[in-house]
């Protein structure tokens, strides 16, 4: 064994190999990643034996796969972010009927904020949908032991088991003591045993499996509260003085609970250093929120009069204790989202707890001091709120070449009615003014699909889809072969960077590289366009506008499938080009190639005096974040903007200004400064 610093999603993948997975497959999406790219690493360094690991083409796929190799006894480990389970839940609702052999865990990270997701939809949700167990764990250390139960679990019930970890236990870090060598548990010699009447789910046999379903839910809470090691995820503790029976309970989920533990104790502390007495109170954490575990809820319930609920996302823990309320008729009041007590969205915070907990014990206003490092007692400063701080939204990276495609199709579609149906990826970042070039945006391979409604209902408008590479083998092939059968008017920019770049720069089907070792043939674009029908198919370099315009028009023009292939890759596979400079002698302080393009790259100097910008103020570039694709100095139209080889010096030649342009001289330019955008959707799920 060896200590190591893991995050998360890093201990995650320990665990499921220490637990014997054989296969793991996923599909990318912010915040679970790194869990598959961990057993890829860990694979390719040796120590992990006999794993297969694989990026999937897509969720559903990737289960499938799953579920195939757990009929044959082999464990799995299925891993994607919240909306991935909505692509792979026509699998998951079948396979839970069909029931599991092998151990078949997925974990699905959750995203509240959202941080990068465009639903704040709630997996432990979908679980009691798919009646499915789920775990959630509170820190990266109980998600690794949670994985690790979840296998066993799985296998003694014949039931898929979910992990739902969040953002912030994915991406936290801890110390554990992790395996040196791992081996993949054998699979038993017998392999695959055909049973067609267990394994094929004709309806008498889902009416007979629904049944068992109804009979395994009941046995496994009662696991979840009374056996080890599903009870110690249910942890109860008691505070306040020892024999004082306590009136107040504090039930909390997930990360939620972390940061609840961490507010009672703080709200301790305060009422201690105002010396004013905290009244008793019971504090559970429920780490197994479905089947929930009554009989654990019931023994922490015992006496309140009062619980509180903390939890992210849905009130799932909140609706499970007032059902269980109602039933039993305990005397009991539930507070929490749906009582307006706490948060009904995004995340939580300790600070926001302690509040919200001051307030549900009858202590708000009466702990105003609180002893500081040095020992002293101090006001209570109330903490910045997120909405204080300035928004940041997510743009496009200096020198994307999705910059050059939307700029391309924004320029042919000049004086051409037209609607743009975007999808989850970098590429809904061309939303974002000055490009302005994405007017819908819904969900994986949803852009090729809504085109082709739009053409149907507003004819008068060409109908334009985007689509990334990797987007365009999990969820696009089927709009296409669509839009193709029934001769939908649409045309699709396949923006094809060569990575799965918004979530880390994963490889996909057309990229030919896979995380077991050997590369395969990748799989053709155009090929696949050409075998769906698509009549005209263009190929176009992203950063050479012309080129792309001619390229945009011609695709636009056929009436019918049509497509234009932008090909340039991501700037995070390629080392940079030298950067580009704004000759001040040159430039006229237009504003152009910030209103037209808005590369991060170029900023202006409303200070910077020019021959030809008078006191306009000037563009410059920033040297360091440039990476010299040369997109901007094909907009710029007085050829201000030049490219520097390593050899050159930064000296300009003098440049003959002409009378009428010089200093003061000029006219102020009318042009608007790029605005910030509504924040647009950033696809956890691909490129
Ligand atoms: S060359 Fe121009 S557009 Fe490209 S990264 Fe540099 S400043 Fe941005
Ligand atoms: S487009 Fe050219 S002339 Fe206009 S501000 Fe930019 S660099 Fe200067």
Not at 133 to 150: G, H, I, N, R
Not at 458 to 473: E, H, N, R, W
């Amino acid at each position: 064994m060896t200590k190591k610093l893991l995050m998360g999603n890093e201990a995650m993948a320990h665990a499921a190999l220490e637990a014997g997975v054989r296969v793991v497959a996923g599909y990318p999406g912010t915040p679970s990643s790194e869990i598959v790219e961990t057993v890829a690493k860990l694979h390719a360094a040796g120590s992990a034996h006999d794993v297969h690991v694989e990026w999937s083409t897509n969720e559903k796929a990737a289960l499938e796969v799953l579920f195939g190799a757990s009929l044959a006894g082999a464990r799995g480990l299925f891993t994607c972010k919240q909306m991935g389970l909505n692509v792979a839940s026509d699998a998951l609702m079948s396979l839970n009927y069909v029931s599991v052999r092998g151990g078949l865990v997925l974990v699905v990270a959750d995203d509240p904020g959202p941080i990068s997701s465009q639903t704040e939809q709630d997996t432990r949700r979908f679980a009691a949908f798919a009646k499915v167990p789920v775990l959630d764990p509170s820190t990266p250390e109980q998600a690794y032991a949670m994985v690790k139960a979840a296998f066993d679990l799985s296998e003694r019930f014949h039931t898929p088991v979910i992990v739902r970890p969040t953002t912030r236990v994915d991406h936290a870090s801890a110390f554990f003591d992790v395996a040196d060598e791992t081996f993949a548990r054998p699979v038993p010699d017998d392999g695959f045993q055909r049973d067609v009447a267990k394994w094929v789910i004709f309806p008498r046999r889902a009416y007979e499996a629904h049944g068992e379903i109804n009979e395994r839910l009941p046995q496994i809470a009662a696991a979840f509260a009374t056996e080890e090691p599903y009870a110690a995820f249910n942890e109860r503790v008691g505070m306040g003085r020892a024999g004082e029976p306590a009136s107040f309970g504090i039930m909390a989920g997930g990360i939620s609970a972390a940061y609840a533990r961490e507010a009672l104790r703080m709200v301790a502390q305060r009422a201690a250093a105002a010396g004013v007495d905290m009244p008793p109170c019971r504090f559970m954490q429920v780490g197994t929120p479905y089947p929930f575990p009554e009989q654990a809820v019931a023994s922490f319930a015992s006496g309140l009069g009062d619980v509180l609920v903390i939890e992210e996302l849905d009130h799932v823990l909140e609706d499970a204790l007032t059902m269980w309320v109602g039933r039993t008729h305990a005397s009991l009041t539930v507070h929490g989202k749906l009582t307006g007590e706490a948060r009904d969205r995004g995340e939580n915070d300790v600070d926001d707890i302690a509040s919200r907990i001051e307030r549900f014990l009858g202590l708000s206003g009466r702990l105003r001091l609180r002893r500081s490092i040095d020992d002293t007692l101090e006001e209570v400063q109330p903490a910045i709120s997120a909405e204080e701080l300035p928004a940041r939204p997510p743009v496009l990276c200096p020198g994307c070449p999705h910059r050059g495609a939307f700029y391309a199709v924004k320029q042919a579609l000049r004086g051409t009615p037209a609607v743009m149906c975007g999808d989850i990826g970098c590429y809904t970042l061309g939303n974002a003014k000055p490009l302005d070039a994405v007017d819908t945006c819904l969900c994986m391979g949803a852009g090729i699909t809504m085109a082709q409604g739009l053409s149907i209902a507003d004819p008068g408008k060409k109908a334009i889809a985007y689509v990334g590479d990797s987007t365009f083998f999990a969820s696009g092939m089927t709009g296409l072969a669509n839009a193709a059968y029934n001769g939908h008017d649409i045309t699709v920019m396949v923006l094809d960077n060569a990575t799965t770049a918004m979530t880390g720069s994963q490889p996909h089907p057309g990229t030919g590289v896979t995380l077991m070792g050997p590369r395969r043939d990748p799989l053709s674009i155009e090929a696949v366009l050409n075998a769906n029908n698509f009549k005209r198919v263009y190929h176009a370099d992203p950063l050479d506008k012309d080129a792309s315009v001619v390229a945009v028009k011609a695709a636009v023009e056929f009436e019918g499938p049509s497509a234009v292939i932008f090909e340039s890759p991501c700037i995070q596979l390629i080392k940079p080009g030298a950067p580009v400079l704004v000759n001040p002698e040159v430039c006229t302080g237009c504003k152009k190639c910030i209103t037209e393009i808005g590369c991060p790259a170029i900023g202006f100097d409303t200070n910077a005096p020019g021959a030809r910008s008078g006191d306009r103020g000037q563009a410059f570039v920033d040297p360091a974040l440039c990476n010299g694709c040369g997109l901007c100095l094909q907009v710029c139209p007085f050829k201000a903007i030049v490219t520097l080889s390593a050899s050159d010096t930064v000296a300009f030649p003098p440049v003959e200004v002409p009378e009428e342009e010089q200093l003061g001289q000029a006219a102020q330019s009318d042009v608007e400064q790029p605005e910030e955008s509504a924040m647009p959707a950033e696809g956890g799920q691909d490129a």
